[in-house]
């Protein structure tokens, strides 16, 4: 009878529980809050993050004019959204500028036909003064370069439905990487 109220206990301490996400990206446990901000796209919409409480969102910070890991960076991401659309999973990509002086709304607007990004991309631009608390907020460094360049952390963040920053991943992320972490979330956030 004591074997059989130890096992009860056992199994039953278990139930309830959900597994962790086991991510391709780092884990980030515990989890910060992912910082809000008020930026908009090429069109003029106003971005921010509280607006995608509710579904997941993986942030990238990029600029118009990269030469390298850009635009790879938003192709993949976009390869993502695509290839999660029949999901349905409510996956968003909000591109972050670095580069206030050249991501123009005419810029920008270029790169999202240029690079075929979904309505599911968002490219938030912003001044100088309302991209740096952003900046800050995430951890991200930028360091204009006198050539045009901007040297920048090339990073990505999947932030949860809750808005919490759950996995963080390199500038060579992959679509299959993303996916397979989303689908981590959606055992058990």
């Not at 360049?149 to 919490?164: C, N, P, Q, W, Y």
Request: charged letters at 15%; one cysteine or more.
């Amino acid at each position: 009878m004591g074997c059989l109220l130890v096992g009860c206990v056992v199994a039953l301490a278990g139930c309830g529980s959900k597994p962790k996400p086991e991510f391709v990206g780092t884990a980030l446990d515990p989890p910060p809050a992912a910082p809000n901000f008020a930026l908009h796209d090429e069109r003029g919409n106003v971005v921010t993050m509280a607006a995608n409480l509710g579904h997941p969102v993986v942030v990238a910070f990029l600029y118009t004019e990269c030469p390298d890991v850009c635009p790879l960076i938003a192709q993949n991401l976009n390869q993502a959204l695509k290839q999660q659309a029949a999901k349905d999973a409510g996956l968003t990509v909000v591109g972050i500028s670095v580069d206030p002086r050249n991501d123009t709304r005419a810029a920008v607007a270029q790169y999202v036909e240029v690079h075929q990004l979904v309505s599911r991309f968002t490219y938030a631009i912003g001044s100088r003064a309302e991209l740096l608390p952003v900046w800050q907020g995430y951890h991200v460094a930028v360091t204009p370069g006198a050539s045009g360049t901007v040297t920048h952390s090339a990073f990505e963040l999947l932030i949860d439905a809750k808005g919490r920053e759950r996995a963080v991943y390199g500038s060579d992320v992959t679509a299959a990487q993303v996916l397979h972490d989303l689908a981590e979330l959606s055992k058990g956030a």
